[in-house]
């Protein structure tokens, strides 16, 4: 069964640094999506991604996040000078275009230090 | 503003008991909800949907419920088993909307 991939499964950086977190969707989906969970919070909408841009954007996903479809394959979100509040999981999510569920990645452990 | 929220944190069922999950929703612009399933260490997990112009859609072991009259979505699950155990959240999206807007989490614990 197809399914969202991510890494790396933990990242450990320092405040400051820039953090590349990686998602390869599932193949035919054309719609990509990044969601964060801070330990023991709601999972909470970053960004949405369609036909190589941004559709929906969330106040958390400021000018320090970006994201981008290098390749036919790879979906990445780019956070430029990490803080330490942006410790979390990260999941990324992808759709087809006809049906609405999206299906997630194992997510990536962020821990900024 | 949007929000989903679920009442209690915490369900202890014992295995082979039917569960339900209950989630309370706020926004009636929405139009279509889903639960998740989340195992420790693990993404959301995509069990069941339905739309808003349904009240209930059957999967395998199953049911969500959607009552709109008083913004009520429940998940029921036949016969809970040990494999069931795990956090449950719904989440609902804005009509013509895109991204998911996700309930704060119950916590299923199954009882062997």
């Known amino acids: 069964e197809p399914e969202v991939t991510q890494t790396p499964s933990h990242q450990v950086t320092q405040m400051g640094q820039e953090v590349i977190l990686r998602c390869v969707p599932i193949?035919?989906?054309?719609?990509f999506y990044w969601y964060r969970q801070i330990l023991g919070q709601k999972v909470e909408f970053l960004v949405s991604?369609?036909?190589?841009?941004?559709?929906?954007k969330s106040e958390i996903f400021d000018d320090q996040f970006s994201v981008e479809r290098p390749d036919g394959s790879n979906f990445t979100l780019k956070i430029r000078s990490t803080k330490l509040e942006d410790s979390a999981m990260y999941f990324c999510?992808?759709?087809?275009?006809?049906?609405?569920?999206?299906?997630f990645g194992p997510g990536t452990r962020l821990t900024v230090t | 503003g949007e929000s989903v929220g679920l009442h209690l944190p915490t369900l202890s069922v014992q295995e082979g008991d039917n569960s339900i999950i209950n989630c309370a929703y706020s926004?009636?612009?929405?139009?279509?909800f889903i639960w998740y399933k989340q195992e420790s260490g693990k993404g959301p997990q995509f069990i069941i949907d339905i739309r808003s112009n349904m009240d209930k859609r059957q999967g395998q072991r199953v049911t969500v419920l959607l009552n709109k009259t008083v913004k009520h979505l429940s998940l029921q699950i036949a016969a809970t088993q040990p494999g069931d155990s795990a956090v449950y959240f719904c989440?609902?999206?804005?009509?013509?909307?895109?991204?998911?807007?996700f309930g704060a989490g119950t916590i299923l614990r199954v009882k062997s």
């Open positions: 989440a609902e999206r804005m009509e013509y909307g895109n991204k998911l807007v």
């Open positions: 926004n009636s612009a929405s139009d279509y």
């Open positions: 193949s035919n989906h054309l719609y």
């Open positions: 991604f369609y036909n190589n841009e941004i559709s929906e």
């Open positions: 999510a992808s759709r087809d275009f006809e049906r609405p569920e999206q299906y």
